[in-house]
């Protein structure tokens, strides 16, 4: 990451409490920017409107490999829009949201505008300084279990945004999700495309690049990960990683699946905004997650996963979760890089 720019060291008083609308809007924006994305791609960009931010999915920043909908693009951008709702609340705005304000503009996700002045609640608090604090955390967990109260308050988050938030119980099913991971593993690194693409998000740990994912995260520590890329793209570590989500999977105190009722763009903001809830509001209670979404971006095993789960539904993300370490936080474009450029058609 870049010595100058930090953006996880936003500070709240830094809010240009008497500044034009404009300034307060892109300051909200650096909140926005902190949701997680695959790889790490910020497939989003904003315009800022006279009283609101218009949200894009930026389709350039699309993985046509792995995601060749843009579903995982659109849940990313969801997470942001999540970010960005809280920030309004949390500086006293209503923070009135639009999905899909314009049919004729399908990359017009999201409109949010300031609505009335509204005092934030204490959950809204809490939500708003786990931002800073999130991080996709793929260090193994302590065994400690998580306490049946948070994990229905996460269903509960879940079902706020519209989605369902369902923990994956008993051995057998835990275990068949962990082979279905593993088999994804093995599916997705056997393939050349696959890799290419992968590599090509993956940056050294001294990366000076404001996206993208560096050695550090995946666990390629100081020279490993300059060769990362290289090994990344060249061998078929299927077996390997396979062995490795299979133990994450195994052996972390929750496994759980993120779902929604149907499987449209609606289906996937709402699914961003969801996992977004959740994922702050465990770590109000310093629960830490990370991802194995492998099987649900592979259509047959995707179908598994949702037999798995017992109910008919779209699976959209599988989280892992538990207590651990802290780890180092990823890099982010400033909120200036993430503006739109262009006139809009
Ligand atoms: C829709 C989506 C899918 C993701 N899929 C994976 C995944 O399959 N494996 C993984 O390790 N991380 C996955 N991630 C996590 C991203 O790699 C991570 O958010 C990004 O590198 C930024 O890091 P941060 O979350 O620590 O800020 C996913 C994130 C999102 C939002």
Known sequence: MSELWDPWQISEGAFPKPGASSEKLRFLLNYAVLAPSNHNAQPWLFRIMSDGIELYADRTRALPVVDPEDRELTIGCGAALFNLRIAFRNFGYEGVVRSFPDAHKPDLLARISFGDGKVATAEEHGLFESIVKRRTNRMPFRTQPIKESLLSELEAAAAKEGAWFQVVLGDENRNRLADLIAEADRVQMSDGHFRRELAAWIHPSRTASHDGTPGYAIGYGGLASYLGPLVVRTFDMGKGQAAKDRQ??????????????????????????????????????????????????????????????????????????????????????????????????
């Open 248 to 345: 994450l999977a195994t052996g972390s105190p929750v496994m759980a699946v993120l779902s929604t009722e149907n499987d449209t763009s609606a289906d996937w903001l709402s699914a961003g905004q969801a996992m977004m809830r959740v994922l702050l509001r465990a770590r109000v209670d310093d629960v830490w997650a990370s991802f194995l979404n492998q099987p649900i971006e592979i259509p047959e095993l995707r179908t598994q996963v949702r037999d798995l789960l017992g109910k008919k539904s779209f699976p959209q993300l599988i989280l892992r979760m538990g207590y651990g370490q802290d780890v180092k936080p990823t890099p982010r474009r400033t909120p200036g890089e993430a503006l739109m450029r262009e006139r809009i058609r």
